[in-house]
Structures are given as structure tokens and as C-alpha cells.
């Protein structure tokens, strides 16, 4: 009879599942930023975003109606971003990334999941109709790419392809390339990652690779004299508490500083309900022994993709279902006073009152996946609303 | 190449009617074997995007050995699972989500078991131990083994399957102890193998009270290292279990009352649960027999591939589109047809109603918009042919199988039970 009594208690505890995820209102000193127009998406969810002068490209990601294999194409010249084209990609089921090379010549676009994974290579001719010139994939790459970044090392264009686990294969990094966009060639591939890679970094002739539990790793590929892009080196590495997602390297365009790569934290989520992950400040003037010095935690929500205003100093972060932050990181933010330092000896800059403005807390459910600060403008890609065009953070305030 | 694999199919599923092999006595050995499939058709409306899908398969094929030797002292068990080859696209099954299937039913590993059996019996009390790959010491028995075509959506909540195990297990009259080391990783398709770099990461254990011979109660608990990502590192899962078991003397009538929760884990910190009631019941009278379940069941909502009918296995990341409670009510009617011994058929029909509603809001994933309806209806025909051996219990080793030796032989001729 007591078996039944436990068996019924614990049935009992169904409907106590209850989950409630809201992030708080930002601190009093924080700005909001006005929000000057949306672009509605509603049958896809947005993902990335890539903007070059009055034009925006914005993915799509999962599942929702619609797949997420469509580019979506706006004009962003007025305040309100205007929907003029739409690429659908064949065979996707989904697209990991966007972005336009330095010169505008090409748009590159990963694309997931197994056994479809690739990057299509488009002409940007016309910026607004892309066209495609190749489509590459490999058996390596297969398994999903999950983002291509693409940089110029010496001179020379290359694509940094973060590839999924799948199909029985390890997460890994691809390196291709794209001096001939109608011939990508592979120049570099390593098993990375635990279990995942996600985004990259390079500037400098240096890769900063987000590795999941292991943190991330410092690699030369040119900027310190060993290492190439054909065979990266290691220089140093450090964990910044699981789930490293993706990377900025602060260069201070007034001091010269390259001091602080900041590391976003994508920890667990749902989408439009809750997501969680701080961002890691990591002092790598050693690239040798880099290590974390402060952190940036918002209650309730977790950070995803980040674009840095170097001459100003502010880290805009998307902060999915929180909305988005404006972050102060002039100065030194390993120093704070014994208050706002945390046990294991980090900085909180959130407790230090370097949160300068938020966004799109006021506009109903968001969550917002990236931001890029274009042209005196930020841009927001909400994968629940579609694109959201905002004003900058004042720095110092008004 | 698809009727090759036909042939090869109906060649093993007709080995075991060699009716002297299906039972018998060899020195110190008792040796069983048998096999069973069913052929099913099942029209789904809307399967996905309003579109009714029908589609037909062989399912469940199974070939099943085991042998006693001396006087059960050491058992040797092996099931073969076809379903690698006649449902490899997956059986449609609204709700269910698992080994990168969504809404349709994964096909099991080629090798569903295969395990050995050391123990020792003294009256009502006994011990053993088993090593192989089989089922976790977690949870209910298999949906194979109970009365329903179409698996219950908690599969991946109520059971641990298809793992290296190492299970030791003791019992007396009234109570079973058991408790098992196995890997966490899932397979990743129907050939794959337990990861061995992963043997031993996870564990289980199982009590089950017996108050009387037709009654069971079981609680169980499981840690299960990252079992979505056979490499490892993804999340790891905390599952718990409690049923009620009712079946009478003369196995025609059956009852199931349970309660299954799964959360998951990222190091320390709980993420999300999943939590399921399922009732079930069925009854026989003569060669008629009827079954009814309830299932109110949580799961998450993930990306899918091209193909929609399935997701990103292991996905790349730790977060969901969202979380649906699903509320499926099935029926369930069969008539024994009368056929020569040692063969079963049983024509069937199976009908199903499934509500969905999320249950985080605000949610990313509106499943009435993505199916096209807040409601889909299942039905299934077909038929069941056994031959040899009738399916018993699934889930259990040694000691733990609530009814050792000379009931056991009396759960194997239970009739509606597969």
C-alpha cells in the first residue's frame, strides 16, 4: 500500500513541472536603444546576419512552417528594412552562416545538416540577386557546416569552415581556398573540438577557435611568424566554463590594445522561451597562458553572437530572449573593486555597471541571434520577428 | 536489391520452423528459438504540413534464441532485429522522437540482444549475473512485448536499450534488486555497435516489489552519460521511473500504470525534463482480444533535416526549438485466425487520436502550424505471424524476470501477449 502512495506522489509531481524563464529589467543606468524598423520573418526562423552598406542578408535556420533554407535579402537604406529578394537554397535544410567578403565580390553561405553540408559560393555582381557560382562539398564537410568565416590571410581569401559531428565522424575544422571562388581547394582540416566547433575568428594572422568544453585555442596561421594557414600552430589555449561558442577579438582602434578576446557562452535553450551563457573576458596579450578575467552574466538569458564598435569601446551583444546588450569594455576590466569580484577572482561587468543600453526588451517575444553594427546603425536578427533595425548606444550617455 | 534483401528476410524468418528446433531438450541444454514480423499498413492525417501520408511496412521482424543449460544455472539469449531492413526510412508514429527519427518510429540495431546469464536459485531467493548487449536494468518492458503495434512516444523515456550491460540482480519471494553498468551512447543507426571507449559510463538500478503473483510494482533510476553524442561531452540525462504491473493468473487480461521522467544535465545544472503517464490495458476473450492506452507524453522539438522525418544526430548544439506535450489515445482489436501449430496470426486494427500543445511559452515551434492541425488521427491494419517461441517479457535478465523457470514457460504460451 505504501508503493501505491509513493507511486502516487510521484505521479503527482507532473504537474509541478513547471518552467519560468524572464529575464529581469535592465539596470536603471542602461539605455534603451530606439528601435527604428523591423522586417518581419514569420514562416522561417532568422539566423544570421551580414550587412554591407544599405543591404542586408539575414539566413534562416531550422524548422518552423517553412525550412530554414532561404537567404532573405533587404534593403536597409531607410529605417525600416524592406524585403526585395529571396534565395532559396536546394538541399538545405537549414544554413549556418553569411557573410560578404572584404570587397564585396562574394557571398559566402554555410549550409547543414547531414548529408548536406556545403557552402555556396555567390556572386555579388548584384548585390541584391546573387548568383550562384559553385557550390562546394566535400565527404569532410558533409556532416554540416556549421559557420564559414571568411578572411584574407597574406593577401590571400580563405574560408574557415567549423563542421558538425555526424554520421560517426568527430567535429572538425575545414580550411579552404577561395583565391578561386569557382574552385575552392582544402588547405587545412584537424579533428576539433568537444564534441563541437563553432564559430572562428582570424584577424592578424591568428585563429581563435571556439571548442566547446575545451574552451579556446589560440592558433597561428601566419601572425606570429611560425604557423601558416596550411599548418596552424597552437600558441596557447584556456577554458572559459563549457559550451565557448564564439570569439571577438577587441582591437582598440584609439589605444592600439589587443588585449581582450571575448568569448560568447551558448549553454542550453529553447527557442523563444530561454536561453543561457555568459560572456568570458579573456586577457590574451600571452598568447601563450591566456586567461579569463572578467565575465559579463545577464539574468534569465544567454548570449550568442557579438559585434564590437572598436573606436568606441562598446561590445554589442545578442542576448536572445534578453534582447540585446550594449557593453562598456574600455579600460582595464580585469581590475574591479572586491565587490564585484567573483570568487574565482573574475571581474563582473555587469555588477561594475558597464552595461550601457539594451534593446527589443519592450518589443513582445524576441530572440535575437546576432547583431552587426553597420553604418552608425545596429542590426538585429530575431529569430522569431525577422530583422530589426536600431540606433547605436550613446557612449559616454547623454 | 530491395527484393534480395525481401528473400533474405523471408529465408531467416523461416529457419525456425523446423519444428523440432523450436523447443527441446540436447543433454544439459533447453534450447528455444522462434521469430515473429508484422505487416502493418498505416495512414497518418496530416503526417506533417496537412498532407496524410499511407504507407505499409514489415515491422518488428524479429529471430529470437535462447538457451538453458543446466537446470538454468547459465542462459544464453539472442534476438535478432530486422528492422535495419524493412524500415529503415522509419515507421511512421506521431510524436515519437529518437536516434535522429521524429514522428516516425527508428528502426532497431540488427543485434537487439545478445547476453549471457550466470545464476543461482535456492527456493524463492536467487542471483545472477549477465553481460552482453541488451537492455538496461531501467524502466518498463519493451513495447515489442506489450500489446500495441504502434510503440508508445515515451520509448526514450521508459526504457535503456540496446547498451553494453552488466547487470547483477538479486531477489526474494516478494522483492528483485537489480543493478547495471552499461554505455551511455544511443546507436546511431541499425548497425552500429556500443561505443567502446563509452562501456561502463552509466548506470541504473531497478526495485521491484512482487505483493502478489499478478501484481508488480517498480521504481528505477538511471544516469546516463551524454547519450546523444556518442563521443561524448553533450548532455547527460537523470531518468526515473515508477509502474504498476497488473496481469491475471490466466494471462488474458493485462494492466500498465506508469510514470517516467527524463532531465536533462549540462555538468551539475538541470536544463530541461521530459515527463510521461502512460496507461495501457488489454484484454482477451477467446480468440478476441481489445486494448486501450493513454499517453500523455512531453518531448522536445528539434531541427530536421531535408528529410523531415528526421534530426541532426548528435545536434550541434545544446538547445531546443521548443517542448510539446503530446496526449494520444490509441484502441486497439485482434482476432486470432486458427492456423497449424506452431505458427500465430493475428489480424489487427489499431486507431489513435494525438493532441499536441507546446508547453514553453513563449514558444519558437507552433505544432499546430507546422502539422497543419491540432490534431492527427492513426490508423494502423495488419497482421501478426510468430512462429516457435511466443514473445515474453522484454527488458529483464536472470533473477529479475518476475517469473523464473516453470512460469516463465507459462508467460510464453500467454496468448495476445506479444
Redesign the interface.
Known amino acids: 500500500m505504501r ?2 502512495a ?2 502516487g506522489a ?2 503527482a ?2 504537474a509541478c ?1 513547471a ?1 519560468n524563464v524572464t529575464p529581469p529589467p535592465p539596470p536603471t543606468e542602461s539605455q534603451a536603444l530606439p528601435v527604428l524598423g523591423q522586417g518581419a520573418v514569420s514562416d522561417r ?1 532568422t539566423g544570421e546576419l551580414w550587412v554591407r552598406g544599405n543591404i542586408a542578408y539575414t539566413t534562416t ?5 517553412n ?2 533554407n532561404a537567404i532573405n535579402i533587404w534593403d536597409v537604406s531607410g529605417n525600416v528594412p524592406t524585403l526585395v529578394n529571396t534565395v532559396i537554397v536546394p ?4 544554413l549556418g552562416d553569411v557573410q560578404a567578403s572584404d570587397d564585396g565580390q562574394l557571398l559566402i553561405v554555410a549550409t ?3 548529408p ?1 553540408g556545403s557552402i555556396m559560393i555567390y556572386s555579388l555582381a548584384d548585390p541584391t540577386n546573387p548568383q550562384l557560382i559553385t557550390r562546394y562539398a566535400t565527404a569532410l564537410i558533409s556532416p ?1 557546416v ?1 559557420t564559414a568565416e571568411v578572411q584574407s590571410v597574406n593577401g590571400k581569401l580563405y574560408a574557415f569552415l567549423s563542421i ?3 554520421g ?1 565522424n ?1 567535429a572538425r575544422l575545414v580550411i579552404v581556398d577561395l583565391s578561386n571562388p569557382a574552385a575552392p581547394t582544402q588547405v587545412f582540416t584537424a579533428e576539433m573540438g ?3 566547433v ?1 564559430d572562428v575568428y582570424v584577424r592578424d594572422g591568428i585563429l581563435i577557435t571556439a571548442l ?2 575545451l574552451g579556446i585555442t589560440i592558433w597561428d596561421i601566419g601572425g606570429a611568424g611560425a604557423g601558416s594557414v596550411a599548418n596552424p600552430i597552437a600558441l596557447g589555449s584556456v577554458s572559459t566554463g ?2 565557448a ?1 564564439n570569439v571577438w577579438w577587441y582591437h582598440n582602434a584609439l589605444t592600439g590594445e589587443k588585449r581582450y578576446a571575448f568569448v560568447g557562452q ?10 543561457s551563457g555568459d560572456i568570458h573576458v579573456v586577457d590574451v596579450s600571452n598568447f601563450a597562458s591566456p586567461r579569463e578575467v572578467a565575465f559579463y552574466h545577464l539574468e534569465g538569458a544567454g548570449t550568442h553572437n557579438f559585434s564590437v564598435d572598436e573606436v568606441r569601446g562598446i561590445l554589442y551583444a545578442a542576448y536572445y530572449n534578453g534582447g540585446v546588450r550594449a557593453i562598456d569594455i574600455t579600460g582595464d576590466l580585469s581590475s574591479c573593486d572586491a565587490a564585484n569580484r567573483s570568487v574565482d577572482g573574475r571581474c563582473d561587468l555587469a555588477g561594475m555597471g558597464r552595461e550601457l543600453a539594451h534593446g527589443l526588451q519592450d518589443q513582445g ?1 524576441v ?1 535575437v541571434w546576432g547583431v552587426q553594427l553597420s553604418g552608425g546603425r545596429l542590426y538585429a536578427s530575431d ?2 520577428n525577422g530583422l530589426w533595425k536600431l540606433g547605436a548606444a550613446s557612449f559616454p550617455p547623454d | 536489391m530491395k527484393s534480395t534483401r525481401l528473400y533474405i528476410l523471408a529465408t531467416v524468418l523461416l529457419i525456425p520452423i523446423d519444428l523440432s528446433a523450436q523447443s527441446g531438450q540436447f543433454g544439459p541444454a533447453h534450447v528455444e528459438i522462434g521469430a515473429q514480423a508484422i505487416g502493418v499498413v498505416t495512414r497518418e492525417s496530416p503526417a506533417i504540413h496537412g498532407r496524410d501520408l499511407t504507407e505499409g511496412y514489415l515491422t518488428q521482424p524479429l529471430v529470437m534464441a535462447m538457451a538453458s543449460l543446466w537446470n538454468d544455472a547459465l542462459q544464453l539469449k539472442g534476438t535478432l532485429d530486422l528492422e535495419g531492413v524493412t524500415i529503415k526510412r522509419g515507421e511512421l508514429n506521431a510524436g515519437i522522437l529518437g536516434e535522429g527519427y521524429i514522428d516516425r518510429r527508428h528502426p532497431h540495431t540488427y543485434l537487439h540482444e545478445l547476453l549471457i546469464t550466470g545464476q543461482r536459485i535456492a527456493g524463492d531467493n536467487g542471483a545472477s549475473v549477465t553481460l552482453g548487449k541488451g537492455f538496461a536494468p531501467f524502466g518498463t518492458d519493451d513495447p515489442m512485448a506489450r500489446p500495441f503495434e504502434k510503440y508508445p512516444i515515451n520509448h526514450h523515456l521508459a526504457q535503456i536499450l540496446e547498451r553494453a550491460v552488466a547487470i547483477g540482480a538479486v531477489r526474494t519471494r516478494r522483492v528483485i534488486l537489480e543493478a547495471g553498468l552499461f554505455n551511455g551512447d544511443e546507436p ?1 543507426g541499425p548497425g552500429d555497435v556500443p561505443n567502446r571507449a563509452r562501456y561502463w559510463d552509466s548506470w541504473s538500478g531497478r526495485v521491484t ?1 512482487i ?1 502478489f503473483p499478478q501484481g508488480e ?1 517498480q ?1 528505477s533510476y538511471a544516469r546516463v552519460r ?1 547519450p546523444e ?7 547527460d540525462q537523470h531518468k ?1 521511473s ?3 504491473r497488473l496481469e491475471d493468473a490466466q494471462h488474458s487480461g493485462y494492466g500498465l ?1 506508469e ?1 517516467a ?1 527524463t532531465s ?1 544535465y ?2 551539475s545544472t538541470r ?3 521530459f ?1 510521461s ?1 502512460l496507461a495501457e490495458t488489454s484484454a482477451r476473450y477467446g480468440v478476441v482480444s481489445g486494448a486501450l492506452r493513454f499517453e500523455r507524453t ?1 518531448r522536445p522539438d528539434e ?4 528529410n ?1 522525418f528526421m534530426t ?3 545536434a ?8 510539446s506535450r503530446w496526449t494520444i489515445v490509441t484502441a486497439r482489436v485482434a482476432a486470432l485466425v486458427p492456423v497449424p501449430m506452431p505458427f500465430t496470426v493475428e489480424p489487427f486494427a489499431e486507431i489513435a487520436r494525438a493532441r499536441f500543445t507546446p ?8 505544432p499546430a ?2 502539422y497543419g492541425a491540432d490534431h492527427i488521427w492513426s490508423f494502423s491494419v495488419g497482421a501478426t505471424l510468430k512462429v516457435g517461441m511466443k514473445h515474453m517479457r522484454m527488458g529483464r535478465y536472470g533473477v529479475a524476470t518476475t517469473e523464473m523457470r516453470g512460469m516463465k514457460m507459462a508467460a510464453m504460451d500467454m496468448d495476445g501477449m506479444r
Not at chain 1, 61 to 65: D, E, I, K, S
Not at chain 1, 91 to 94: C, F, P
Not at chain 1, 266 to 275: A, C, I, K, P
Not at chain 2, 229 to 234: F, V
Request: aromatic content about 12%; charged content about 15%; overall charge negative.
Open positions: 508503493c501505491f509513493v507511486f510521484s505521479l509531481v507532473l513541472n518552467d526562423y535556420w531550422g524548422t518552423r512552417a525550412q530554414g538541399n538545405a535544410a537549414t547543414e545538416y547531414i548536406n554540416g556549421h558538425d559531428p555526424g560517426g568527430p568537444s564534441p563541437f563553432h566547446w568544453n563549457g559550451q561558442h551558448e549553454g542550453q535553450g529553447s527557442v523563444g522561451f530561454s536561453s517575444p530572440y529569430m522569431l | 546511431e516489489l505483493p510494482l521504481g551524454s553524442n556518442a563521443r561524448g561531452g553533450g548532455e526515473q515508477a509502474s504498476i500504470l510514470w521522467r536533462d549540462v555538468g536544463t530541461f525534463s515527463t503517464l512531453e531541427p530536421r533535416l531535408t523531415e541532426p544526430l548528435p550541434n548544439d545544446l538547445s531546443i526549438t521548443g517542448r508547453t514553453l511559452t513563449p514558444s519558437g515551434f507552433d502550424q507546422f
